[in-house]
């Protein structure tokens, strides 16, 4: 159960670390600081293989309980064995504070991320439509240039000054 306990707690604070990181991120997103958009996203992959360490051991505590339990190692959830720890409740208490404090910060991490999601998504468009604006730009035609003495250098070729072309 200690062993337990101690995976949750340093699971949920590499989570919370996450967490900070991705809320960076944001601020970092709004700036568009490519750079420290690149540092902050390498600073989050470190935390994610850390966590993916810590949640292989949780499997590996937690499949150790269920076989001493006897119980279904795909269906023993953290809510079940708290709701189990009734006769011990100071243990039934550390865990079931882990479990909340772990659940909190996935659930704000996820809350982030989809924010961060639509931010990206936002810069996307954005880059999108200033480089259709760039190439319509660069690909329209000269017709709009016009200068002071546009009227008598820029006539093109059989046009009459004063007089309206119908078939045009």
């Known amino acids: 159960m200690e062993n337990l306990i101690e995976v949750l707690c340093q699971e949920s604070d590499e989570y919370e670390g996450l967490l ?23 600073d989050e992959q ?13 499997t590996e ?3 150790d309980m269920a076989n001493v339990l006897n119980k279904d190692v795909e269906n023993f959830k953290l809510s079940n064995l708290i709701e189990m720890m009734a006769s ?4 039934q208490a550390k865990l079931a504070r882990v479990h ?24 996307l468009e954005m ?11 660069k690909g329209a035609p000269e017709t709009a240039n016009y200068t002071r ?3 008598n250098s820029g006539m093109q070729i059989g046009a009459v000054s004063g007089s309206f072309d119908a078939k045009q």
């Open 127 to 137: 880059v999108e439509f200033e480089m259709n604006l760039l190439q319509a730009a």
């Open 20 to 42: 900070t990181l991705s809320q960076e991120k944001t601020r970092i997103i709004a700036s568009a600081d490519l750079e420290k958009l690149q540092k902050i996203t390498d």
């Open 88 to 91: 011990r409740p100071a243990e």
């Open 149 to 151: 003495d546009a009227y």
């Open 46 to 58: 470190e935390v994610v293989s850390r966590i993916a360490r810590l949640e292989k051991r949780r």
């Open 61 to 63: 505590v937690t499949a």
């Open 100 to 123: 909340d404090r772990l659940q909190n910060s996935v659930r704000e991490l996820r809350r982030t991320n989809e924010q961060n999601k639509e931010l990206l998504e936002n810069a």
